[in-house]
């Protein structure tokens, strides 16, 4: 068995920039004080080619960045990419798929991940 950390998140939305900064300082910090093998998933509020997705990555995080359209849910083509699943370079491979609209106005994610052995 392995053991990691997975913290969920939820930025503040794009027309709050300064308060969705220091929501990805505090991802930031949070993360810092974890163990080395760590899983950061939901919604980002930011696409991942962004300069806040950009933050994280640098930070460590995105070793397998997610490039899903999930939102909006019921719309039979999704425009943005606004939730992730990231991981350490300790993590192996994450793969993820879409899964089934759920009554959110976003798509949920499912991830299964692998770790180095």
Not at 8 to 13: A, I, P
Not at 52 to 79: C, E, I, M
Request: aromatic share 8%; hydrophobic share 45%.
């Amino acid at each position: 068995t392995r053991a990691f950390t997975l913290t969920d998140v939820r930025l503040s939305g794009p027309l709050t920039p300064n308060e969705q900064a220091a929501d990805v300082a505090r991802v930031l910090a949070h993360v810092s004080s974890q163990g080395a093998a760590h899983v950061v998933a939901g919604n980002f509020n930011i696409t991942p080619f962004a300069w806040k997705f950009a933050q994280l990555q640098n930070a460590g995080l995105g070793q397998h960045a997610t490039y899903l359209a999930s939102w909006p849910a019921d719309w039979p083509v999704r425009l943005a990419l606004p939730d992730n699943v990231l991981s350490s370079e300790t993590i192996a491979s994450v793969r993820v798929r879409p899964g089934p609209p759920v009554g959110s106005d976003h798509r949920p994610l499912i991830a299964d991940i692998a770790f180095v052995k």
